[in-house]
């Protein structure tokens, strides 16, 4: 090994030891909101005045009905109307900074405050990569995806439904899902959210990998719940969330707008929608368990007036996420919200400029969780496997920016001015070699070098790279150690549902 | 023409009409700055003590070292001393705010403020298409790249160098692309800054297109000089600066640094050295002319410590400017950095993330003038006829995005939530109808369509739909009128200069 290899491995050594140490990232900066105390004002009158005057339907529950109506909600059939503060008032128990807990306690992560986690993108039936194009994802694709996750230090959470298993019946791809974050991963991960019964066999799955009394003591799992916009929660989601609730576990609600379709064509009416039904929903969570740990997410997409399809990456995307925060913080929750997006059917240019666009603009927001940080290709309805690891190193060039500028005594490095005459270089500067290892962001996918190496090395485009990385982090993957006993009572767990699920017992 | 075609049509010929309105943006909304006031205090305590301590060498031009002395700075051979608050106090004659005017009026630009002008890349020796893959620039990719510039809305600038001109004598280049700027776009330009008598070549075409005694008395040219960093400015930019100065017309100072190798491998003390840079430099072009206007510019990219090379899209690029805008807004100057750089050789998903990250984070800093807004690839070694039109889309996205967000009456839309219910849609909704073809930004570049619709459109990635753009607008490109005894004293201008400088006059 030359020097320069040596030298080349050292680095390499310790700035992963580094990114293993991080399992989130604490932000040192503030962030970026674009609506004022008037605006805010404003946007929490209407919200105050839709819940009151309109109000929000929670479809196909009586329980739900009833507890609104005993804690004096107004009960119209399905629909239920709010006084002005009464639902502010019953969030107040909602936790502002909570963890969850992974199976591996150094993967643990907090939610809320100055916390930021990347995760995965979330429910694409498709699976993309350069070598076999687009097709239905399938369970091995969702191994391979967990496993990548894994690899990524920039990825903080093992994600949710990372892409549709749909060679698997649906009553029991979540068992084979949760079976996969589980043992394949060890960062955290999310429930499954299609029907209560699927909601207790995750729920189950952790005890058994994490411990009964621990999971019923701490939050293991984070679940996304998106409302029907305008103004509904359907029976499915709402059986879930109680399912979680109940638990002690916590739950996202997550607005899903495709703005000027499922909410008025402006960012103004979005916000007091979005905002209505958030504070409807979190205090139902607040009357089933008070202190259950909650979050405030926003999934906001302007349709094309082309098309009507829905678009990513736009202005009024990262708009909306630095308003939304801000409200959020109002009512000290913790903020969820969307990353790395994008319309693209392909990891081209249109894919990199939005979902930078997105990213960063999540980022700036201060998102405390961004979900569909990785992978997203054709708005969700397809994930790519260039695309991840392409985004994961995107997500890593986020986590230091949050971190802020150092101006200490150090990094101010006036020794070297001394030390350097004016047409001189600093690259032999005491400061420079004391420093260099770690004084920059390096990213693993972006080509720096000159034109010449990069044709000589095949003048690959970056996803043509990021196929050779894919390639490499799966033949590197080393699986998470587990305990031989608990991997048993999961598979075990797995085989009897499913024999039940198949004899007909939900 | 169907029902559907004729209201896309109507909806395309309005959003022209908007774009053509606005030669730049005024910005609505704060900037984001990383640098608080004990900071700031510090960095500009740095920069005094690097201009008292090691000073600044100005090379090889006698009557500024005079100039210097005259007025009280310390004068050592080229090295040149100053007294802390002595360039503070001297820069206090430039304006805060003035105006570049271009040849058509209306295409005239606010530098300073509010104001945000995004430009063209500049320097580049290399130009690259899908078709003809990479290649030595010519006149004619000159040319056509100034058309482009002069079709596409969201650019506001025609810029300078926006490739080398190969093909041409290094001594007639200026020549050709002045003309081709004052004849071809009618947006403001770039002065030349290779040799004085360039510059003064360049400020008597404006006088013959614009009139003399109108060039005399406004800012007609934005010209950029590069100190070589750290702490030098050459003969070469010196004459340029005091071309222009002289002239009344304006002068960049930007320090072109690759921190690690042209400062030390820090923000903090890169911000120092810079600052330092600009206040010495616009110190003498306001001792040169009091009231000349001036601006503080930036050009830093960290190296990469695995190859050396620069880096582009990082989070420390985009700390940095969001610090030096505050260094600007003290001093009272005009801010000009960079936009969308990066090192890709391709129009690829790299360019995308990393010209996206640094053209974003320009604009969320508040950069009064963002450079290389358009066309980067290979760091600047190369202009990308595709990365034009890809880049200029999200240009006219950043341009929507600081105009902030809407909380009018009408944009609350209360009226639209008593129209629709719970879990109704919007689409119809009289709001909608009435505020859809505006409400929403609307990109030229982005696939939001189905896979299925893109399938059958031919699978295009971006830069595959970029290249019929670039040919779309090159065939529909429409000269801007010029009188025609103007155009020929143009001709003669550059027939008779040519003649002179191949006759050994310079």
């Known amino acids: 090994m030359s020097r320069r290899e040596g030298r080349s491995e050292r680095i390499r050594a310790r700035t992963a030891r580094q990114e293993l140490a991080a399992p989130f990232t604490i932000r040192r900066i503030g962030f970026v909101s674009l609506i004022d105390e008037a605006a805010v004002a404003i946007i929490e009158r209407n919200a105050d005045r839709i819940l009151d005057e ?4 929670f479809r196909g529950d009586a329980e739900t009905l009833d507890l609104f109506r005993k804690h004096g909600a107004r009960v ?24 969850q807990h992974a199976r591996n306690p150094a993967r643990s992560v907090q939610i809320g405050g100055e916390a930021q986690v990347y995760c995965p993108s979330f429910g ?22 967990t496993k990548l996750h894994h690899s990524l230090a920039a990825v903080n959470h093992s994600g949710g439904v990372v892409v549709e298993p749909v060679d698997l019946p649906v009553p029991v791809r979540h068992l084979h899902m949760a079976h996969a974050h589980l043992t394949l991963n060890d960062k955290p991960f999310m429930g499954a959210v299609t029907a209560p019964e699927r909601a207790r066999d995750t729920i189950e799955m952790c005890r058994l990998a994490m411990g009964a009394d621990f999971v019923d003591q701490n939050c293991v799992l984070y679940s996304v719940v998106n409302t029907n916009a305008p103004l509904v929660m359907d029976e499915t989601m709402l059986w879930a969330l109680k399912e979680y609730a109940k638990a002690g576990q916590c739950t996202v609600v997550s607005p899903f707008v495709l703005g000027g379709a499922m909410s008025p064509v402006s960012i103004a009416a979005t916000l007091a929608q979005v905002l209505a039904e958030v504070l409807a929903s979190v205090a139902l969570i607040q009357l089933i368990r008070p ?12 349709i094309s007036l082309k098309t009507g399809a829905p678009t990513f990456g736009t202005p009024e995307g990262t708009q909306f996420q630095m308003c939304a925060k801000t409200l959020a913080d109002r009512l000290g929750l913790p903020f969820h919200s969307v990353g790395a997006l994008t319309a693209s059917k392909v990891p081209d240019a249109q894919a990199g400029y939005e979902s930078q666009a997105q990213l960063m603009g999540a980022t700036m ?17 397809t ?9 994961a190193d995107r997500c890593s060039a986020m986590m230091r920016f949050v971190q802020g500028v150092d101006f200490s005594e150090a990094a101010q ?16 500067a005491t400061h420079t070699r004391e420093n260099f290892e770690t004084a920059f962001w390096m990213g693993e996918m972006s080509d720096n070098g000159t034109y010449e190496q990069w044709s000589a090395e095949g003048a690959l485009w970056e996803h043509e790279r990021a196929a050779l990385r894919v390639k490499k982090l799966l033949a590197d993957y080393q699986q998470p150690a587990m ?14 549902r499913t024999r039940e699920i198949e004899g007909g017992k939900p």
Chains 1, 2 share one sequence.
């Open 124 to 145: 694409p039936p498709f699976v993309h990569d350069m070598e076999k194009g687009r097709r239905y994802a399938t369970i091995g694709d969702f191994q391979a995806i």
């Open 413 to 428: 490095a006036m020794e070297a001015f001394q030390e350097v005459p004016p047409g001189g270089h600093f690259l032999g």
């Open 76 to 99: 119209d059939g399905q629909r239920v109307r709010f006084d002005p503060g009464w639902c502010r008032d019953k969030i107040k128990t909602a936790p502002r900074i909570f963890t």
């Open 483 to 496: 305990d031989v006993a608990i991997r048993d009572s999961l598979d075990d767990f797995v085989a009897r």
């Open 291 to 302: 202190g259950a740990p909650a979050a405030f997410g926003t999934f906001f997409s302007p």
């Open 383 to 391: 994930t790519g496997y260039e695309k991840i690891v392409m985004d």
């Open 365 to 381: 927001a201060g998102v405390n969780f961004i979900i569909h940080a990785t992978g997203c290709l054709e708005g969700l309805l």
């Open 54 to 57: 309109i109000g929000m339907e």
